[in-house]
């Protein structure tokens, strides 16, 4: 079990936790071949989701039961963005590594003329801030104590 006793704990340790997720479903989805099938990326936002939920959970809980909003939504939301940066730094280097998955992006994906490593690292960066901004929200908001709704 992890102890955590502030929010600023709370960021940190879920942001590395998630990227260590999001790497291992990575190797899990080369190792099996399945790496190539862009769809399948798709699936890192079920692992944000759950994080983001994590967060949301425990910052009720640090908070004593008081569910502070926009406290709340910024914790899940700094979480998302530091396991963005520090998932794409992985994938940057790994881009950087195996000029064949760059190339492959480069002939099959929408826009993938456009694509170099930094580019592909930026693009991931502005996909996980934006789908963990909604998700953020969207959570909060159910998960807000003056709603009626429950997660």
Do not use: C, W
Request: net charge positive; aromatic share 14%.
């Amino acid at each position: 079990m992890i102890k955590i006793r502030t929010p600023f704990e709370l960021v940190m340790k879920v942001s590395y936790i998630t990227t260590a997720a999001l790497v291992v479903y990575a190797l899990l989805m080369k190792l099996f071949g399945l790496f190539l099938i862009s769809e399948l990326r798709l699936l890192n936002v079920v692992i944000i989701f759950f994080a983001i939920r994590f967060v949301l959970r425990k910052h009720r809980e640090l908070s004593n039961g008081n569910f502070r909003f926009f406290h709340a939504m910024g914790a899940a939301f700094a979480m998302t963005v530091l396991t963005s940066i520090m998932y794409s730094s992985i994938v940057l280097l790994y881009v950087a590594i195996d000029h064949n998955f760059l190339q492959y992006l480069k002939d099959n994906e929408p826009f993938g003329s456009y694509l170099d490593p930094g580019m592909a690292a930026i693009v991931i960066v502005v996909e996980g801030v934006s789908s963990g901004a909604v998700i953020s929200y969207a959570l909060a908001m159910l998960m807000d104590g003056k709603k009626k709704f429950k997660v």
